[in-house]
């Protein structure tokens, strides 16, 4: 988790209420990922970020969205929560990506519970 | 439909036994594959990355395999020790872009 710390580790919230989890890194990698993880799912990606401003969608991106303005932070909104949102979300970076992809470091995650 | 495997049963082995961890995958031709252990609450860490020109990788007591022609990895524990019980997740890159497809994972409990 080095390197790596997401905000809030916990949040509780009513359905329909806006949310926005904070992804921080100090490693200034290039790239940064959300990613949920529920059980009989496991890890999904939902958006990535390749540079300040360029994010791309990934696998269950609906109903998120992102926004990098700075090398160390990437945001995740969820602009109107739902019980389906109810999850462990997880930041990662990595250094590179394409053809000389490296391994991602995983941020501690955040549990969200949607009510 | 693409799919990544892992055996969704836990593995449970003795204490000094070889673990050997399964992942299988279709309709991917990933560059590479990678994988992962995570602990109870917790992210994910990363263990090895091996490439589609390798045949097998070794760090310490871990040993990663990755055969194309079957679509698999096998990822071994030897000389396993209780600390190493955790989920083992592995990853593939589907399209050389850094976007991951995890699998399920793999839950072992090494019993002293």
């Known amino acids: 988790d080095a390197g790596i710390t997401q905000s809030p580790r916990h949040k509780v919230t009513e359905t329909g209420t806006p949310v926005t989890l904070r992804c921080h890194q100090t490693?200034?990698?290039?790239?940064m990922y959300w990613y949920r993880q529920d059980p009989g799912h496991g890890l999904r990606l939902i958006h990535y970020?390749?540079?300040?401003?360029?994010?791309d969608k990934g696998e269950v991106s609906d109903g998120y969205s992102v926004s990098r303005s700075k090398t160390e932070d990437f945001l995740l909104t969820l602009e109107s929560a739902t019980s389906s949102q109810t999850s462990v979300y997880f930041c990662?970076?990595?250094?590179?990506?394409?053809?000389?992809?490296?391994?991602?470091?995983f941020g501690p995650g955040t549990r969200l519970t949607v009510t | 439909s693409q799919k990544i495997e892992q055996n969704s049963e836990a593995l449970n082995i003795q204490e000094g036994k070889t673990a050997t961890l399964t992942c299988n995958y279709t309709?991917?031709?990933?560059?590479?594959l990678q994988w992962y252990r995570q602990d109870p609450g917790r992210g994910p860490v990363f263990l090895l990355l091996?490439?589609?020109?390798?045949k097998e990788k070794r760090k310490e007591r871990l040993k990663v395999t990755f055969d194309t022609t079957l679509k698999q990895s096998l990822f071994h524990i030897t000389a396993s020790q209780p600390a190493d019980s955790a989920t083992y997740l592995c990853?593939?890159?589907?399209?050389?872009?850094?976007?991951?497809?995890f699998g399920q994972g793999t839950t072992l409990q090494v019993k002293p």
């Open positions: 990662a970076i990595s250094g590179s990506s394409g053809a000389s992809s490296y391994e991602q470091y």
């Open positions: 490693e200034n990698h290039r790239y």
């Open positions: 970020s390749y540079g300040v401003k360029d994010t």
């Open positions: 309709n991917y031709s990933p560059a590479y």
């Open positions: 091996i490439r589609e020109n390798e």
């Open positions: 990853a593939l890159d589907s399209s050389n872009t850094g976007k991951l497809i």
